[in-house]
């Protein structure tokens, strides 16, 4: 059986390929960043590199993988600042919540353009469409418990699901920022913290 394009076939464990893999990633990073766009080809990764191509498919089975092991990490980067953000979620108003959640979102995107052009192109790459919305489950899933706190009678069930509809339309929001201008972007994401709060602050309790 063949390997699927989206895995990662090696993870290095001695310091020279640690190297080697970094470098890998790096160069991707560069031409997705250079080019506006994921669209890179192995060879051109290759000499970018500076290694030769069955080094890169020693580690990578092919250009999703790459994608997704990006993704994976700068994704881990988010996640702190969410966690810490909704570990302090119980003792604070939710309109806090709402802002740390969106303002550390929109820090990653502007520290790592290249993770709002990943963002932009992810589901449009069939193997890795499921990846991400499963990734988009785990962060609802963590957002529902600290919803919790202040939606105490609400079902965990309709949580999750106000959980995963806030992360889905905040993707979709924050994938807009590479092709908007600032200002438009600007106003684009105010209301949008107006809207997810109003929505999030008139709950009806009793509609399960």
């Known amino acids: 059986m063949t390997d699927s394009s989206a895995q990662v076939r090696k993870r290095p464990t001695q310091q020279r390929a640690r190297q080697r893999y970094d470098a890998i990633l790096g160069a991707a990073e560069d031409l997705i960043r ?3 766009t994921s669209q890179f080809g192995m060879n051109e990764l290759a000499r970018a590199a500076g290694v030769n191509i069955a080094s890169i498919y020693q580690y990578f ?3 999703p993988a790459i994608l997704r092991e990006l993704v994976s990490r700068l994704s881990s980067q988010y996640r702190e600042t969410m966690f810490a953000v909704l570990a302090q979620a119980g003792s604070q108003p939710l309109d806090v919540l ?5 303002d550390g979102y ?13 963002w932009a192109e992810l589901r449009q790459e069939p193997e ?5 919305i499963a990734d988009t489950r785990d962060n609802a899933t963590a957002l529902a418990l600290a919803l919790a706190d202040h939606f105490p009678t609400l079902s965990a069930e309709r949580l999750e699901r106000i959980a995963f509809l806030a992360c889905e339309l905040s993707y979709a929001v924050f ?8 200002d438009q972007m600007a106003e684009l994401l105010a209301d949008y913290r107006l809207l997810l ?7 009806d309790p009793d509609h399960s």
């Open 175 to 182: 994938r807009l920022i590479p092709a908007l201008p600032a």
């Open 34 to 36: 250079t080019r506006g």
């Open 61 to 63: 089975a092919g250009r």
């Open 197 to 203: 709060k109003a929505a999030l602050g008139n709950l």
């Open 128 to 132: 890795l469409r499921d990846l991400d």
């Open 98 to 102: 709402v802002d740390g959640l969106l």
């Open 106 to 118: 929109l820090q990653l995107v502007r520290d790592e353009p290249v993770y709002g052009i990943l």
